[in-house]
């Protein structure tokens, strides 16, 4: 059999791997709460300043994220399953 490797041993199988869409879904999910976590934090730092208003919104979004992170979970439990 010739074959490019040098290293002694039969390569078995192709070369290229496909990976599945699922794990860049879940890579591209993990960077937006990444970023969601900086928002976060500001808004942690800055919570005594700010105004009810504000606050308002703050929870608004987290119930947005919540709703998000549950969405994401179950797609994921769905499509790993």
Known sequence: ???????????????????????????????????????????AVAFSGLSITAQVMMIVFFAILILGVCYSLKKEEDVWI
């Open 1 to 43: 059999m010739e074959a490019t490797y040098e290293c002694g041993s039969e390569p078995i199988g192709e070369a290229q791997v496909q990976f599945r869409f699922q794990y860049y879904t879940f890579a591209l999910i993990f960077v937006v709460f990444d970023l969601v976590a900086t928002f976060l934090l500001i808004w």
